[in-house]
């Protein structure tokens, strides 16, 4: 199922999609959950129901009609995760080749991990900011995921059963901030610079994580076209990895790494410039849109 969060009224809550496109707050299907973190926490007890009620409905179009929202925005399904975005540094062969001539690293011998601090995840439409001090903004259509159990010591053949859905992320990145820290944490963690949505597709709805077409467009533009499945580290690989002595608490969301046609791996580099429309889709979830400020 497509679970949302809403502004509907100037009240956040969390929706899921019926068959037809409607949205229905998850409160009408007897589900009191108040944002999307607690509806994670307790989906043992939350996720019969609400794909019961959910058939139900799409079984019955005046039903579903009749619980609609009629107003609303879509925000990011998580606006305030509980911990940074876990991240995947280079993660296509095709963008560590593009990155080689802008990033200090010789050879990727192991997965790169790093994080970003994300006080509120930026909303799909939401504008990006275009701050005096970034020259060199770009973008990064990723795929995201979302864990669903808390996992600690998990196994790769395991690490399916921990994840509770997936999602679009746009990495953006001010890459003269990274260069000049020789790090990427600050360059990527400024307010607003990692929008996410539009929705989190639950992990059963997905057949295979690593078989999806993933693009990013600048203005119409076509510049980033490819397909999860040339990621390097796996999904469950990350999870594993990641989970040996570290805690990936429900909630965690984790950004697997872009592919090639980032604005650094062009000749001469094309940075975002305000008035731009950035749109990164994946297959199966759906479209992220936003502009620069």
Known sequence: ??????????EE????????????????????AADMNELIDRWEDFGGLLKEKLAELNADENAAADKALKDYKV??????????VVCLGVNYFDHMKEAAAGIDFVKKAETIYFSKRVSRANDPDGLIPMYDFVDSLDYEAELGVIIGKDAFHVSKENAGEYIFGYTVIN???????????????????????????????????????HD?????????ELRQNSNTKYMITSVEEAVAELSQGMTLQKGTVIA?????GVAMGMNPPVWLKSGDEVCCEIE??????????
């Open 1 to 10: 199922m497509k679970l949302y969060t809403l502004l509907s009224e100037n």
């Open 75 to 84: 925000l990011a399904p998580i606006p305030r995760p509980k911990q940074d």
């Open 212 to 220: 999806l077409a993933i693009r990013c467009s600048v203005n119409g």
């Open 284 to 293: 199966k979830i759906g479209v992220l849109r936003n502009v620069v400020s």
């Open 256 to 260: 697997t790494g872009t592919p090639a």
């Open 171 to 209: 990495d953006v990145s001010g890459r003269n901030v990274q260069k000049r820290h020789q790090q990427w944490y600050l360059g990527k963690s400024l307010d607003g610079y990692t929008p996410m949505g539009p929705c989190i597709v639950t992990a059963d709805e997905i057949r295979d994580a």
């Open 13 to 32: 809550l969390v929706a899921v999609e019926a068959a037809n496109g409607q949205m229905i707050s998850v409160e009408t299907l007897g589900v009191n």
